[in-house]
């Protein structure tokens, strides 16, 4: 990390503000994007209509607070999502903004499995690597939540934080992720991510062949035992507040999975270890790790708030690119896709951006030409 990136990232954590971006312009500058784009410095690698010099490009982290910011793309929630969006356009030298409200939806987890070459790396080392990543290419990134977004006259969004600041840019893209409701059961929400689990590819491997539970009460909690079953012969199904049909309980009893009626009171914790579940009549199951498949809620405020359509269930609707009903707004990660786990957030992150950045290349070029002819005809 260079001395100037690391203060970035000092700032970023603390919520301060680091640096003011120049307006920016769509017209194409070809001296200017003929520069070389050093790693570590975005200095050089912008298309600036009104040609920049190098001092005036991203170096202005001694200014005061100001109180907007324009950037070519806002990215909403700094997870894998939106880090690997604004990755992906900053090195396609773009101006980015990265504004996270730092609450990533798997920050309770000691690791994080199954992505390819960073299988067990703890989560938030991930996005530290990340958030560096978008910083070594003139990627900003702004600690703090994202209150409102307010579509602009013309094209183009102004970003209000809670705190106030503001950032406008000419396109949006929103990773802000999704909550867990979990089922209201002492103990759970303090053994989550420890040995009360929601997803057996994620933590499944670590369990294996272990007593494991199953708890009912949530959506498709009879499939998800079947699906538990695949990492441990010793699985119990507790239907805790849901009624069993005999087709649940054909399947279950098929595949070797006990099924243990009654509401549930708690889960049994002993020196800081899960040893069981304890039903509402008394009894006690000796478990070591238990399931549950929470109700999955996307973070859609942001787009509610402007006007995207939204499905019957309560996800944005996207098209293949992860563009929404309103012009100009992306969705990448969890905010869009219950089923996205780290490694396919921040595929679908990398995919928008490229949606988004052809979209401005799109406008980009429209300007040009409208730039050149009103040029040809004076
Ligand atoms: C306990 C647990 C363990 C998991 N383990 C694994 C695993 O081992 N492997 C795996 O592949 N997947 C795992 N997952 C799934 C993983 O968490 C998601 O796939 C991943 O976090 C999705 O990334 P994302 O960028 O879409 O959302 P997130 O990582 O949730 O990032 C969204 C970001 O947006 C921010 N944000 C939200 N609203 C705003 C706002 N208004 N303004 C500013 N910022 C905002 C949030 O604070 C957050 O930082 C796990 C999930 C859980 C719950």
């Known amino acids: 990390m260079t001395g100037k990136t690391q203060v970035r990232h000092l700032k970023a954590q603390t919520g301060a503000r680091f640096s003011r971006r120049p307006t920016v312009s769509i017209g194409i500058h070809v001296e200017s994007s003929m520069r070389t784009c050093p790693r570590n410095s975005n200095r050089g690698c912008r298309r600036d209509a009104v040609p920049a010099t190098l001092n005036d490009m991203n170096d202005n982290d001694s200014d005061p607070d100001i109180d907007s910011e324009e950037y070519d793309v806002a990215v909403v929630g700094g997870g894998a999502a939106g880090l690997s969006a604004a990755l992906v356009l900053s090195r396609a030298r773009r101006t980015v903004a990265v504004v996270d409200a730092g609450a990533p939806r798997n920050s309770p987890a000691a690791h994080m499995q199954g992505f390819l070459s960073r299988d067990g790396m703890p989560p938030g080392d991930l996005l530290a690597v990340g958030r560096d990543e978008v910083q070594s290419y003139g990627g900003h990134l702004i600690a703090g939540t994202v209150a409102t977004v307010e579509r602009g006259t013309g094209p183009g969004f102004r970003v209000i934080l ?217």
């Open 162 to 378: 809670a705190n106030g600041h503001q950032v406008t840019a000419r396109r949006l893209i929103i990773a802000t992720g999704l909550r867990d409701d979990l089922p209201d059961i002492p103990g759970i929400r303090e053994r989550w991510a420890r040995d009360l689990l929601h997803c057996p590819y994620c933590h499944g491997y670590e369990v294996r062949d272990q007593q494991l539970g199953v708890l009912g009460g949530t959506p498709d909690a009879v499939q998800h035992a079947l699906l538990v079953r695949q990492w441990s012969s010793d699985v119990i199904f507790f239907p805790h507040t849901d009624t069993l049909t005999a087709d649940d309980r054909e399947q279950l009893i098929a595949c070797g999975i006990g099924i243990v009626e009654g509401p549930v009171a708690r889960l049994v914790v002993d020196d800081d270890h899960l040893r069981g579940i304890k039903l509402v009549n008394g009894t006690i199951v000796d478990r070591t790790a238990v399931f549950v498949r929470p109700r999955l809620i996307p973070n859609t405020d942001l787009l509610v708030g402007m006007g995207c359509a939204i499905d019957d269930t309560g996800w944005v609707k996207v098209d293949q690119s992860g563009r929404t009903s309103v012009p100009g707004v992306w969705v990448a990660g969890n905010a869009a896709n219950p089923r996205a786990q780290v490694i396919t957030a921040a595929g679908e992150g990398s995919s928008v951006a490229i949606a988004v950045n052809a979209d401005l290349v799109g406008q980009d070029v429209q300007q040009a030409v409208a730039a050149s002819r009103g040029g040809a005809l004076s």
